[in-house]
């Protein structure tokens, strides 16, 4: 296994840094997950840092080995008390961990946790009943203010935009509104007809998009390649693109490569991260 940018230590001191400056930046926590820092305060989306899913999968013909180590602790990142939204796109674990979760909101009892609406009896099946009173649900078309923040829920497609028997959907991406700055994490997700039209109408300065691609022989519900992720960014006039959901597990993997030829074939701003790596975002001019 290779190691973080930044890991443990390092990384904690790198974020107190940024809030104890009053400062803005975002960090890769590896496969989907960022923090988000401003103001002192702190969104996280979608994390998974912890090995549950190699412990799980150790002994079957799906095993997922690890390329990269652990950014950071989750209890740790928790103990930083800064963290007042988390989000969880859809319910598989690597979006939905309970050692990651269940550490990250006893060290934040302030945090909300967002999820699909759906998925409300699957995450406390998951988390536990204790989770009910962080759980914030929100479906396709919808949003919630949630102090500074402004959360709208975005159908995603993983393969296709499955919904509940009320019609909301399972998984979800999520647009986030915070002062100036406008951010869009997919959750993991394909094109599909209604994503576009439900992108435009808002201002993206931040596209947080996979680049894992779309394989049948890794048995696992696909997601945008890289190539496709720079032309969602392009057509959405998204400010940046941030490539992710690659460089944790050897079997499901791709190299950004594609993606950052292609943004810069289309000139699409693209910015590439490393495992623990931090970049301070400048507002929109």
Not at 56 to 62: G, I, L, N, P, Q
Not at 90 to 107: I, K, S, V, Y
Not at 145 to 167: F, W
Request: charged content about 25%; proline content about 5%.
């Amino acid at each position: 296994m290779k190691p973080p940018f930044q890991q443990a230590e390092t990384f904690l001191a790198d974020v107190q840094r940024v809030l104890d400056a009053n400062g803005r930046a975002v960090w890769w926590l590896g496969q989907s997950g960022f923090l988000m820092v401003q103001r002192g305060q702190g969104l996280v989306f979608d994390p998974y840092l912890s090995d549950s899913l190699t412990r799980k999968y150790a002994h079957t013909d799906k095993p997922h080995t690890r390329i990269t180590e652990r950014v950071v602790d989750p209890a740790e990142l928790g103990r930083l008390g800064t963290i007042n939204i988390i989000t969880s796109s859809h319910n598989h674990t690597d979006h939905l961990d309970a050692e990651t979760l269940a550490p990250l909101l006893a060290e934040n009892p302030q945090a909300r946790l967002v999820i699909p609406a759906a998925n409300r009896d699957f995450v406390l099946d998951r988390l536990g009943s204790d989770a009910a009173s962080h759980l914030t649900g929100l479906d396709e078309g919808n949003f919630v203010k949630l102090g500074e923040i402004e959360i709208h829920g975005v159908a995603s497609a993983h393969p296709a935009v499955e919904r509940d028997a009320s019609g909301r959907c399972r998984f979800l991406g999520y647009v986030a509104r915070w002062n100036d700055l406008t951010l869009y994490h997919s959750g993991d997700t394909l094109w599909h007809e209604g994503l576009v039209p439900s992108l435009k109408q808002f201002k993206i300065d931040v596209a947080f998009l996979p680049i894992n691609g779309d394989r049948p022989e890794r048995r696992v519900a696909g997601n945008l390649d890289g190539c496709q992720a720079a032309q969602l960014a392009k057509t959405i006039s998204a400010r940046w693109v941030v490539p992710c959901h690659f460089d944790l597990f050897e079997f499901n993997t791709a190299s950004p490569d594609d993606c950052i030829k292609e943004c810069e074939r289309i000139e699409q701003p693209c910015r590439v991260l490393r495992n623990g790596e931090g970049w301070e975002i400048l507002a929109r001019v």
